[in-house]
């Protein structure tokens, strides 16, 4: 559970029921304000990616190679979210791709209210407020964005090789919660005690059916299948 902002505080059976109450009421406000954010990035022609992991699983660099491989083909914005800086709204920039930083200022994931302003500020950096495709990086944690629906289409959940593959049963809700896994950084494998077994068989477990492409951003190693993914999101 996360001390900044309480959620997923309606889990957890300790809690005071007025605590509960609140925490239900500002989700259902979330919920709302995510179905509305759906229907503005519809307007603004695209398919938004909600992309989450622990800090430093390559969230951020996966998105830098990606724009290198698709921003010909598709008009690409990006929102991204950080408790603070904008380091790498800047990255995301130095690719020629309009990219929108939001800092939470302490809290741990984004939520629909602040996605919303994002969308607002991204829509103006487009000609005719048009996109294909909008990524949303989540702020780095595996635990808190899992709770909050932002208005996206998929969910994208990323692990990286030096984390373990363990992950998946420590953090099931998060990786419940994904229509894709995606295991970054395996060019890693070698120097780390990392079971591609082990990882692909739990998540399997928690979300039957889950797609799991492996990739190193580092090689270009799978991204094959990743941008075939995208473009098959796009054709929809
Ligand atoms: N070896 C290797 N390193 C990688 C790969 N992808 C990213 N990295 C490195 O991992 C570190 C963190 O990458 P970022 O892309 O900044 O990670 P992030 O998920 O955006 O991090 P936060 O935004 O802080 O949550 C950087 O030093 C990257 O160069 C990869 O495929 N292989
Ligand atoms: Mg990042």
Redesign the pocket.
Request: charged letters at 30%; glycine letters at 16%.
């Given at each position: 559970m996360c001390d900044t902002c309480g959620c997923q505080l309606h889990h957890h059976h300790h809690a005071d029921p007025k605590i509960v109450e609140v925490n239900q009421s500002l989700l259902a406000a979330n919920q709302k304000q995510a179905e509305s954010n759906r229907h503005h990035i519809e307007q603004m022609g695209a398919v938004a990616i909600n992309l989450i992991?622990s800090?430093?699983?390559?969230?951020?660099?996966l998105l830098e190679r990606t724009i290198e491989i698709l921003k010909d083909t598709f008009k690409i914005g990006v929102i991204e979210g950080?408790i603070e800086t904008e380091r790498?709204a800047d990255r995301i920039r130095a690719k020629g791709v309009p990219a929108v930083q939001l800092t939470t200022g302490g809290a741990c994931h984004l939520d629909a209210p602040i996605v919303h302003g994002g969308l607002h500020v991204l829509e103006h950096l487009a000609k005719g407020g048009k996109y294909d495709l909008i990524f949303i990086?989540n702020v780095?944690n595996l635990v808190c964005p899992a709770t909050f629906d932002l208005g996206e289409h998929q969910r994208v959940i990323l692990l990286s090789v030096p984390e373990g593959s363990d992950k998946p049963v420590k953090y099931p809700a998060t990786f419940r919660s994904a229509d894709l896994m995606l295991i970054?950084?395996t060019?890693?494998v070698p120097y780390f005690d990392f079971s591609m077994d082990e990882a692909t068989k739990e998540a399997g477990i928690l979300k039957p059916g889950l797609e799991i492409l492996p990739l190193?951003?580092?090689t270009g190693d799978g991204f094959e299948r990743w941008i075939a993914y995208l473009h098959g999101l796009l054709k929809r």
């Open positions: 992991s800090p430093g699983s390559g969230k951020t660099t950080d790498d990086e780095g970054t950084k060019d890693l190193s951003a580092t």
